[in-house]
């Protein structure tokens, strides 16, 4: 499968290998209230490729985390009256529902920031062995001047390493470094070196990766908007964990997800949230959506492109319910040999990237033709077949 790697600006082979696993990792949510519409897009995308790996009978192994400790937590918490845990509790148990009336395929493990926090510290001590972090002001930073390889992944014009490094020797800390444990006395705390805090988003998943994987992995999935500086601190904080390895081979990033021409965001107050959405659409047509232009690019939500993909469903889901029909109706079998062209060319779409467009015009190719038997009140088992394998890897399913 080729997918395009935003670090090297490259498309790069994800290579099965039956005797190998293909790690995967997702970041996931920060759980202090519901999933949006834009926050489905890369779990749809990682959903697809484990059916295509499960098709390939690839062994993979798919992680994704879940932080239940943030300053939006306490914030939540603070503001209803209840306690963190609460409160990361009740939206973790949501954002799982939504998993599961998604069909989703599950994660191979999900992992939560507080169940790892003594991980996080030994991490922390190593890099400040390393000399790779320091203490300010009873707050521990990352010291980003010291991984040259900065930038490589979003490319920011803004950052320039020469000048980071001539600030740094002025003024010790500069805007650019990031915090790996922050001193604090609201909320859920931990102690570090006597110094009562909790650990920093970046470190985390660099955290996940160096503990589960061990090493570089093949895949990691984001939207655009953790390119810079979430993923770029990550591959930072992992290269010096790791004796000065890549923490990913691939980086795939997907575009945002806007609504009438904004970009959806709960800063914003412009979500349509998954929950409210399924009251009204079926869980096909929020997976329909997706598919209707490349990952890589931004994806315009409005109610038309909604009707559209309700109808687009509509359609499946009738020509699903004739082919149920098929054994009480007398209809003449076609016999023909067998030829999978039609989901061979899916297939080579599919692993082009993941061009879903495409994918879809060859879906409806096929439908044309099932129908076209129909008429004649036939049918060839052969493109059922292919028909209902389509719909299976692009994780379509229907009664």
Known sequence: MKIFDTRSNQYQELILDQKKTINIYECGPTVYDHIHLGNVRPLLIADIIINFLQYKKQKYNYLLNITDIDDKIIAKAKKEKKTEKEISAYFQKQFLDI??????????????????INNIKKDIQYLLDKNVAYFDDDNIYFQIDKFLLYNQISKNKLVNLRLIKARNKQLGKNNFDFALWKKTNVGQKWNFDNISGRPGWHLECASFIAHYFQETIDLHLGGVD?????????????????????ISRIFFHNGHVLLNKLKMSKSLQNCLYVKD?????????????FLLNSCLKPLNFNEEIFTFSQNEINKIQNLSNQIQLIPSLNWKKIITKNDNSYLQKFLG????????????????QLIKEIKKNFQDKSYNSNLIDQFWMMLKLLGLKFK
């Open 277 to 289: 959405f399924l009251h009204k659409y079926d869980p096909n047509v929020i997976k329909y959506l």
């Open 226 to 246: 953790l390119k810079f500086p979430h993923h770029e601190n990550e591959r930072a904080i992992f290269y010096f964990l790791k004796n000065h390895q890549e």
């Open 99 to 116: 998993y599961r009336r998604l069909n989703l395929n599950f994660p191979s493990k999900i992992l939560k920031v507080t169940n790892h």
């Open 349 to 364: 779409y599919l692993e082009n990237n993941l061009n879903f467009p495409n994918c879809l015009m060859v879906l409806n």
